[in-house]
C-alpha cells in the first residue's frame, strides 16, 4: 500500500482553493474536511468549521499558495 505525503496533497489543494480567490481572501469550500482541519492548523486559512460555502486564507495561506502555484503549476516560457 501506497503512504501520501498529507503536505504535499495540502499544498496542492490550498493551490487550488487558490484559484477561486475573492472578495480578498475568500475561496470556494470543496475539498475534504481533512484538508481544511490540516491547513487550519498551519495557520493557511481560518476556521473553516461555519455554514459559509466558502472560507479564508491568512495572508501566510494565500502567499504559500501562489508560490506553490508556481513551483508546481505554472509552465516553463
Known sequence: MMTLDSDKIDDAALAILSLTLH????????????????????GLIYDP?????????????????RAVLSREFSKAE
Open 49 to 65: 468549521k461555519d455554514k459559509a460555502k466558502s472560507l479564508s486564507l491568512t495572508p501566510e495561506g494565500i502567499a504559500h499558495a
Open 23 to 42: 472578495d480578498g481572501d475568500r475561496v470556494w469550500k470543496g475539498i475534504d474536511w481533512d484538508i481544511t482541519n490540516r491547513l487550519h492548523e498551519k
